[in-house]
């Protein structure tokens, strides 16, 4: 590490808005970290996959889930709930869905670089 750095969700380097949902990221010593906040009746189904054009969310992902309660359904089937303290790692090829009526704000780690952002 050469010096040190100190970057604010308040004043993201990029946001990017979806149905249901937004997304901001900042880049802190060349890694970018998103934060994901995701209205209740969001899915990724139905709200970022026309943006993505693929089957399934591509992305993977290493989050700390800050509120709200997100069920995760993978592509092999197996499907669980990821609330407020959780962490989860998922690999590429799953679903997701708010599940209540709180919104969900997940802090991403790894997959948000081209999560929601239209293709050429």
């Known amino acids: 590490m050469k010096k040190a750095e100190v970057k604010s969700f308040a004043s993201p380097d990029e946001v990017r808005e979806f149905p249901l949902g ?3 990221l900042v880049t ?10 995701l209205q209740p009746g969001w899915r990724w189904a139905t709200s970022v996959q026309p943006i993505a054009k693929t089957l399934s969310c591509e992305a993977p992902h290493f989050q700390y889930h800050v509120s709200g309660m997100l069920r995760i ?7 669980f709930d990821c609330k407020a303290g959780d962490i989860s ?3 590429t090829g799953h679903d997701a869905w708010v599940v209540g009526d709180e919104p969900v704000v997940i802090v991403d780690f790894q997959g948000m670089i081209d999560y929601a952002r239209p293709t050429g």
């Open 22 to 24: 937004k997304l901001e």
């Open 28 to 37: 802190v010593g060349g890694a970018t970290i998103g934060r994901a906040t």
């Open 73 to 79: 359904a993978m592509d092999d089937g197996r499907e």
């Open 89 to 91: 790692l998922l690999p």
